[in-house]
């Protein structure tokens, strides 16, 4: 059974090591991080939401604009307004700087959504991915109540039998090498970038 689910897309973010520049807006290959979030999300949802605290950059594209509720700077302020905001049971959030997510892992995620748990994440060696994750949007309360009492990390919010785990194996059928969850923090993920998209270019040519 399909459930309606929501896109968010999270920009938030001090972009300190960037020199204060709107992370979402580097650009990878030439185009910029947000607009590749934005091709892979706007054709898969019907309702798609960007959190973010400079709404007037990005008015040009067709999405909900929101903010943050809470003045904390976490993940989890941005998950929050998702949920707040959304009109689905449940909501994919996934962040502006990943500039290789892949369709298919975002259909990977929304088939994985039950309605048994209350988070559904995807699961490598590296550990958990709660950027790049299904939440339902009972769990505002429990979210809110955290946000509160200052307690940030994502996964501590729900109990771990209500967090569905999405298993490495079934991730690398829809993308063998997991670029999906490759993220920019620092300049030189940037740089990184830049050499895995040519590397994905060149592959791409020889197939």
Request: with cysteine; hydrophobic share 40%.
């Amino acid at each position: 059974m399909d459930i309606p689910c929501s896109g968010v897309i999270l920009a938030g973010g001090r972009n300190s090591r960037f020199g204060g520049r709107e992370k979402a807006f580097l650009s990878v290959g030439g185009k910029r991080l947000f607009e590749r979030i934005y091709g892979v999300c706007r054709p898969l949802f019907d309702e798609l939401i960007l959190v973010t605290n400079n709404p007037g950059a990005y008015l040009r594209w067709d999405l909900h604009i929101v903010t943050d509720l809470f003045a904390v700077r976490s993940s989890l302020t941005g998950i929050h307004a998702g949920l707040f905001y959304a009109s689905n049971p449940y909501i994919f959030v996934v962040a502006c700087d990943t500039p290789f997510l892949r369709p298919e892992i975002v259909s990977c995620m929304l088939e994985a959504i039950d309605e048994r748990f209350d988070a559904i994440m995807p699961e490598t060696a590296k550990g958990r991915e709660p950027l790049c994750a299904a939440y339902a949007r009972r769990c505002l309360p429990a979210v809110e109540r955290s946000l509160e009492k200052n307690l940030l990390k994502i996964q501590r919010v729900f109990r771990p039998g209500r967090i569905r785990a999405v298993a490495e194996a079934r991730l690398r059928r829809e993308d063998p090498e997991l670029i999906s969850f490759f993220n920019i923090n620092t300049p030189q993920d940037l740089d990184a970038a830049e050499r895995m998209l040519a590397d994905v270019e060149t592959e791409e040519r020889k197939s």
